[in-house]
């Protein structure tokens, strides 16, 4: 069985191969502060980042802050955000986490998990990405890839995401949390995908011990 210092040195490769292979890996969702990546991921919910880049640039431009998004009309908000998809429930949360932002913070979004955290309609998912991208934190985001590839490479058998998180954490180095989870994204969308990975394309194939792997044929 693998011990825990050769799962550490096997992500460490991983990470090496996956950034050469991925050197634009980043947060893909458009924003420029923490207002707006945390409004950005509530939307991003059961929804492609690119759907929602295409709606945010209004939104943002009607709600800049989160007082202006506190006190916005909900029909209106509902309209604006309609494409996302589970729109009203997501009105509901935007409202709710502009709210909290306002009464217990004054306006300004929290930099820790706890705070973020504290916020309607924030999980540690949508805090994480807040600190990882807007607070130059390092935090491993346990969205569906990083959970999907944590489990095809032998990083966990969990399949509670807050534990996932704490499996990856203790293999994956902490300087490296931020990278990691962006590069779970890329090459969960682009090979590891969920019903049909590139294996035999896999530039991390020798490292991984999947063992439904995709043969060439
Ligand atoms: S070898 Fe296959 S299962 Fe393993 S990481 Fe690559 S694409 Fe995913």
């Known amino acids: ?14 990470c090496r191969v996956l950034k050469k292979r991925y050197p634009e890996a980043r947060c893909t ?3 420029s502060g ?7 991921t509530m939307l991003a919910a059961q929804c492609t980042d690119e759907r ?16 202006s998004l506190a006190g916005a009309d909900e029909a209106e908000l509902q309209e604006m955000i309609r494409s996302t998809g589970f729109f009203r429930n997501k009105t509901k949360s935007l409202l709710s986490m502009a709210a909290d932002i306002v009464e217990k913070f004054n306006g300004e979004i929290p930099s820790d998990i706890d705070s973020l955290t504290r916020l309607a309609g924030v999980g540690r998912k949508t805090a994480n ?29 969990e399949s509670n995401p807050d534990k ?19 590069l ?11 019903r049909k990975p590139g294996c035999p394309e896999c530039p991390v ?8 792997k995709t043969g060439s044929g």
């Not at 069985?1 to 991983?14: D, N, T, W």
């Not at 929602?52 to 007082?67: E, G, I, S, W």
Request: aromatic share 8%; net charge negative.
């Open 29 to 31: 969702l458009d924003h």
């Open 164 to 182: 996932i998180e704490r499996d990856l954490q203790t293999i994956v180095p902490e300087d490296s949390w931020t990278l990691w989870s962006h």
């Open 184 to 194: 779970m994204v890329f090459h969960g969308r682009n090979i590891c995908t969920a």
């Open 129 to 157: 990405v807040v600190i990882a991208n807007c607070f130059d934190g390092q935090a491993i985001i346990v969205d569906t890839h990083c959970k999907r590839l944590a489990g095809r490479l032998g990083f966990s058998r």
């Open 52 to 67: 929602v880049n295409m709606v945010t640039p209004a939104l943002f431009k009607r709600y800049p802050d989160a007082a």
């Open 1 to 14: 069985m693998e011990s825990l210092e050769e799962k550490k040195h096997r992500a460490i490769e991983i």
């Open 205 to 212: 194939s020798r490292l991984c011990p999947w063992p439904d």
């Open 34 to 40: 923490p207002y707006e990546l945390l409004v950005a």
